[in-house]
């Protein structure tokens, strides 16, 4: 039974570079999310989509950053242009539901220099 | 305030402890509640949800306490493998998710 799958598992890039983040939820879940963690803050919710349409984009830290879930099945996090601060893991996670547990992905660790 | 604050830690215990985490919350509307462990390097991981009337899954029972607003987390006979950090997650409704920042555990041979 596969989990939430995502790639690149690991992506080093030089500032001002474009940096696409992919995610495959769950087959099923419904709802869809990004979250971004850092020794400092933690895990922070950057955005979630519930049947495809984003819902709270609240957490998106500024314009670099754009997410898309063109079907059920795939998402993208896009940061264009990438900056050092931008370093952190990003996990993709998933749920059947509103208010279902979450199921996240392995996460993609990020080093932009 | 946070909207959930937990006892970063780290907690050290000697393998056979017991060892208990709590976990508050700001927000009396949340509508329910998970504990995550989350392995060095790894994503988290759902332990358990925590139901109103208290739940154990083998050697983890989970307890939430809705006058004083806090969860917590109880581990018997601790293990090796149980080193990890403990997330607690409280749900406000409608996927409004807020993470606590983790609770590092590590239990000692």
């Known amino acids: 039974d596969a989990g939430v799958i995502q790639s690149p598992r690991h992506e080093v890039t030089e500032m001002g570079q474009e940096v696409t983040l992919r995610c495959k939820p769950i087959?099923?879940?419904?709802?869809l999310f990004w979250y971004r963690q850092t020794m400092m803050r933690g895990l922070e919710l950057l955005i979630y989509f519930n049947n495809n349409v984003p819902i709270d984009d609240s957490g998106m830290p500024e314009d670099r950053f754009s997410a898309k879930m063109p079907n059920a099945s795939f998402s993208t996090l896009k940061i264009q242009p990438s900056e050092p601060r931008d370093s952190a893991v990003y996990f993709c996670?998933?749920?059947?539901?509103?208010?279902?547990?979450?199921?996240f992905g392995n996460g993609t660790r990020l080093t932009v220099t | 305030r946070k909207e959930v604050e937990q006892d970063p830690g780290p907690f050290n215990v000697p393998e056979g402890a017991t060892v208990a985490f709590n976990c508050t919350y700001s927000?009396?509307?949340?509508?329910?509640f998970f504990w995550y462990r989350q392995d060095c390097r790894k994503e988290p991981k759902l332990l358990m949800s925590?139901?109103?009337s208290g739940n154990e899954d083998g050697r983890f029972t989970a307890q939430l306490n809705r006058a004083s607003q806090y969860i917590s987390l109880l581990i018997r006979d601790s293990k090796l493998s149980d080193s990890a950090t403990y997330l607690c997650?409280?749900?406000?409704?409608?996927?409004?998710?807020?993470f606590g920042t983790g609770t590092r555990l590590t239990v000692i041979p």
């Open positions: 927000n009396s509307a949340s509508q329910s």
């Open positions: 925590v139901y109103s």
């Open positions: 996670a998933s749920s059947l539901g509103v208010d279902s547990p979450l199921h």
């Open positions: 087959s099923g879940h419904n709802s």
């Open positions: 997650v409280v749900n406000r409704g409608a996927n409004n998710l807020f």
